[in-house]
């Protein structure tokens, strides 16, 4: 799908310090978790598409 004016979307890399990105979901159904418990970090960023090109929501 081509990115155009007015769409919306999300980037939400997630960095796992295992060397594995063997994950599962919490029981909570919203938890991720390391399948060997290593630390992971998980950001993301908001994008608008505009006119102008892409705009950053979440910048600061």
Not at 33 to 57: K, Q, W
Request: glycine content about 12%; hydrophobic content about 40%; overall charge negative.
């Amino acid at each position: 799908m081509r990115l155009r004016h007015g769409m919306v979307l999300a980037i939400e890399p997630m960095l796992i310090g295992g060397g594995t990105d063997e994950h599962y979901t919490a029981r909570d159904g919203w938890t991720i978790r390391t399948i060997d418990g290593s630390r992971a970090s998980h950001a993301e960023h908001t994008v608008a598409i505009t006119d102008d090109g892409p705009r950053v929501l979440t910048a600061l």
